[in-house]
Each structure stands twice: as structure tokens, then as C-alpha cells.
T-cell receptor, first 114, second 114 residues
Framework: GAVVSQHPSRVICKSGTSVKIECRSLDFQATTMFWYRQFPKQSLMLMATSNEGSKATYEQGVEKDKFLINHASLTLSTLTVTSAHPEDSSFYIC??????????FGPGTRLTVT | DAKTTQPTSMDCAEGRAANLPCNHSTISGNEYVYWYRQIHSQGPQYIIHGLKNNETNEMASLIITEDRKSSTLILPHATLRDTAVYYCIVRGNAGGTSYGKLTFGQGTILTVHP
């Protein structure tokens, strides 16, 4: 299957700081990328969808000013959690898809806000 | 997107076939059935998908009933590494506003034991 990478795999930050998570499609060009969040013992929740070169579309209840998404190229999307708080601690997972491929997921980033 | 219903958990003996059911009685004509799995603390892994016909790949087989209201994922020879949460997802058809969105339910926790 296709390979999607995320960096970092784990990050610990202090409350009030911002954290950037990178998502890369390594062997295909992703026209669409998705960002999910998963709290312990819960399922994945879609946060936003982004198409290359366009503004992201956020799901209801997700603050677009807090979770900044940039999809500047066909192989890279970034999620920046601004002014992070302990309740933002979660497992963040990106996903990428091209027109010719199914949707593949990255390994996830564990964010802990202290 | 159509909602899916899966059993909360299932057990399977190593080496035996694991049959995971999924109900999607409200599926519409152009919606596909997708299966993903998530091993603990990892991103979801694509398994298989289908529209009407039964499908088979190197990982699993997908059996879809004639009325398309339910399906079964079959892992022919389960191993301990197949222990994971298995998600059955119905995805919107191309061109619709929900195209590309994978909405995860609670899935089935499959435990393969020796």
C-alpha cells in the first residue's frame, strides 16, 4: 500500500505553546488530505479536509483558528495546534488520497500538553 | 453517509477464519463498503473495499449480500498480529459532498488467541 508519514511521532509541549505536525505522502501525490483526532478508547473523529492549494474545510465543532491546516503541496500537509491546552492532548492522524488511490493513513502523532 | 453497525467485540482462534459482520441497511446505490483496521496506537490500515461484487485480496475477502444491506470481512487464517479494531465504513459516492470522507464508528475489537 501507499506510504504516509507523520512527524513527529510523539510531542510534549507546555500549555499555551503551538505545535506543528507534518504529514507527507511518500510515494504518491495526494490531492486530498484529511486530519483526524482520536481520544483514548474512542474512535477517530474527522477534523478537517484539505485539497492542495485550497483552504481546509473543517468539521462542525472544530475551531479553524485553533487548528491551522496548510496543504501547500501535493505531498505535504501540516496541522498546527495553536495555544495548546491539556484538553488538546490526543492522537492526531493524517490521511492522504489521490484520485487514483484509496485513502491511506499515517502512523499518528501523540500530543501531550502539560 | 449510511450508518454501519458492527458487534463490539469478537474472538478467534489462531489459524482459523475470522468472519466479521457489518450491517449497513441504509446504504445507497453508489456507496462503497470499506474495511480498515487499527492496531493499538497506530494509524488505520486499509484492508479492502467493494461495491456489489465479492472482493478478495492478499489480506482478506469481502462478501457483500445481494441486497447490499450487510457484508462480512473474512480473514482466512487469523494470526495473533490480526488482533485489532476493525472498522466497516460506507463512503459517499463520487461527486457528492461526502466523497472521500471516511467516517469511523466504534468498530469491532477482534482478539485472536493462541
Amino acid at each position: 500500500g501507499a506510504v504516509v508519514s507523520q512527524h513527529p511521532s510523539r510531542v510534549i509541549c507546555k500549555s499555551g505553546t503551538s505545535v506543528k505536525i507534518e504529514c507527507r505522502s511518500l510515494d504518491f501525490q495526494a490531492t486530498t488530505m484529511f486530519w483526524y483526532r482520536q481520544f483514548p478508547k474512542q474512535s477517530l473523529m474527522l477534523m478537517a479536509t484539505s485539497n492542495e492549494g485550497s483552504k481546509a474545510t473543517y468539521e462542525q465543532g472544530v475551531e479553524k483558528d485553533k487548528f491551522l491546516i496548510n496543504h501547500a503541496s501535493l505531498t505535504l500537509s501540516t496541522l498546527t495546534v495553536t495555544s495548546a491546552h491539556p484538553e488538546d492532548s490526543s492522537f492526531y492522524i493524517c490521511s492522504a488520497r489521490s484520485r487514483a488511490r484509496e485513502q491511506y493513513f499515517g502512523p499518528g502523532t501523540r500530543l501531550t500538553v502539560t | 453517509d449510511a450508518k454501519t453497525t458492527q458487534p463490539t467485540s469478537m474472538d478467534c482462534a489462531e489459524g482459523r477464519a475470522a468472519n466479521l459482520p457489518c450491517n449497513h441497511s441504509t446504504i445507497s446505490g453508489n456507496e462503497y463498503v470499506y474495511w480498515y483496521r487499527q492496531i493499538h496506537s497506530q494509524g488505520p490500515q486499509y484492508i479492502i473495499h467493494g461495491l456489489k461484487n465479492n472482493e478478495t485480496n492478499e489480506m482478506a475477502s469481502l462478501i457483500i449480500t445481494e441486497d447490499r444491506k450487510s457484508s462480512t470481512l473474512i480473514l482466512p487464517h487469523a494470526t495473533l498480529r490480526d488482533t485489532a479494531v476493525y472498522y466497516c465504513i460506507v463512503r459517499g459516492n463520487a461527486g457528492g459532498t461526502s466523497y472521500g470522507k471516511l467516517t469511523f464508528g466504534q468498530g469491532t475489537i477482534l482478539t485472536v488467541h493462541p
